[in-house]
């Protein structure tokens, strides 16, 4: 049997393992398996698929989306350029395992953001500066969106969040929540930015999908924004990986 499967730790509950399941019983797909490896360690790796040529692909999310990146033969432009990898495709060359990386995190935010944008998102705040804000700024240098990353601390961004002013966030129309802030249980969270300068040319992009309405969103929502989660893009970048692991070679 093929198999395919998630790495990362902790691995509580899983967006990937439910979806391709899903996908697997939707499509009638019977000799393909899908699970959860916690790995705590990253050198453990090599033994999966070492031991089990079953495995022609893995889903990578933190605290390994850069450690992992040492294991592997190749990267997609994307993911060398990000340094990052959320998708590794294993193809058996010489009865020896080929790994290549990818980022389809770059893919599913551009392509869920793009049909949001509007002629006055050219400036963007970018909250956080973690592992999934690194796809984020891939993209927004792609469209050509100046940014600013917004951190705690000001050696790990441009600003830091006392440095907001309501006159600065009115002055950037599109705003990306890329921290943790406000993910299930913790609802009531939100980032401590100035909502009062959001107004109806906003557009607010949180890459939190659950809960679906974030205090973030829903806050600037209150004030007239657009506003996008990060369900979609999570579902865009399943398809590819889908795409990636499936492509002939």
């Known amino acids: 049997m093929k198999k395919l499967g998630l790495i990362g730790y902790p691995l509580g509950h899983s967006f990937s393992k439910k979806f391709y399941r899903e996908k697997f019983e939707r499509e009638n797909i019977t000799d393909l398996h899908y699970d959860l490896y916690p790995m705590e360690d990253i050198s453990a790796f090599p033994l999966l698929y070492e031991r089990d040529p079953g495995f022609y692909g893995f889903n990578v999310t933190i605290p390994h989306k850069r450690n992992v990146m040492r294991f592997l033969n190749e990267f997609s432009p994307e993911a060398a350029n990000i340094n990052a990898v959320n998708c590794v495709q294993v193809r058996w060359q010489g009865g020896k395992p080929y790994l290549k990386g990818f980022n389809t995190d770059a893919f599913g935010f551009e392509q869920s953001l793009r049909p949001h944008l509007k002629p006055q998102h050219t400036d963007a705040l970018v909250l956080g500066n973690g592992g999934a804000a690194q796809a984020v700024f891939y993209v927004l240098r792609k469209l050509d969106i100046s940014f600013k990353i917004v951190s705690r601390s000001r ?57 679906e309405e974030t205090a973030f969103l829903k806050r600037g929502k209150e004030q007239g924004a657009a506003i996008k989660n990060g369900h979609e893009m999570l579902v865009l970048q399943a398809e590819k990986n889908w795409e990636i692991w499936n492509e002939e070679g």
Do not use: R
């Open 155 to 211: 050696n790990n961004g441009d600003l830091t969040y006392a440095d907001l002013t309501e006159d600065l966030i009115a002055s950037h129309k599109l705003i990306i929540n890329c921290s943790p802030v406000g993910t299930f249980p913790h609802i009531a969270d939100a980032p401590a930015i100035p909502y009062a300068g959001i107004g109806a040319e906003h557009l607010l992009y949180d890459l939190i999908y659950n809960p």
